[in-house]
């Protein structure tokens, strides 16, 4: 039976998610400074998911969610659960998302994301319009203290 472990990014994983990320085709290029702020599910020593962010503005943006497709929902609900426990330690209360296709804001949808007013949402100093994202929805979560 293969193990699964559902865990925080260690330095020792960075060649395996490297390998993880190198296999999706929608990647042109990889952020590695982001690995450090990931959750990973790993089965038997290969990374099959993994749940990233980065910072901005005190708020957390949902950079990588990527998972295999043989990836159950359960492995997915436990690495959203330990990603926002994360969050919390942290001090983070509020995360967004920018969602490009309608069946991935289902997915944040049925995780307790709603949508956020694109209005108010700006990437490093920009309206959210005047970039590559405007044409895309952008979804909140707020983690309760």
Do not use: P, W
């Not at 020792?12 to 702020?37: C, G, K, P, W």
């Not at 295999?68 to 983070?92: A, H, N, S």
């Amino acid at each position: 039976m293969e193990k699964t472990t559902i865990r925080e990014y260690a330095v020792d994983d960075y060649d395996r998610v490297m390998a993880f990320l190198e296999r999706v085709t929608t990647l042109s290029h990889i952020e590695e400074e982001l690995f450090e702020n990931s959750i990973l599910i790993e089965r038997d020593g290969r990374i099959v998911g993994m749940i990233s962010y980065e910072i901005f503005r005190g708020r957390a943006l949902i950079r990588y969610f990527i998972f295999d497709k043989d990836v159950q929902e359960e492995e997915i609900v436990t690495m959203y659960g330990r990603f926002f426990q994360k969050l919390k330690e942290r001090g983070i209360r509020q995360i967004f998302v920018i969602i490009s296709k309608d069946i991935v804001a289902e997915l944040f949808s049925d995780l307790g994301f709603v949508e956020f007013n694109k209005d108010e949402f700006f990437l490093t100093e920009q309206n959210i319009y005047e970039t590559k994202y405007r044409d895309s929805m952008v979804m909140c979560y707020t983690i309760e203290s």
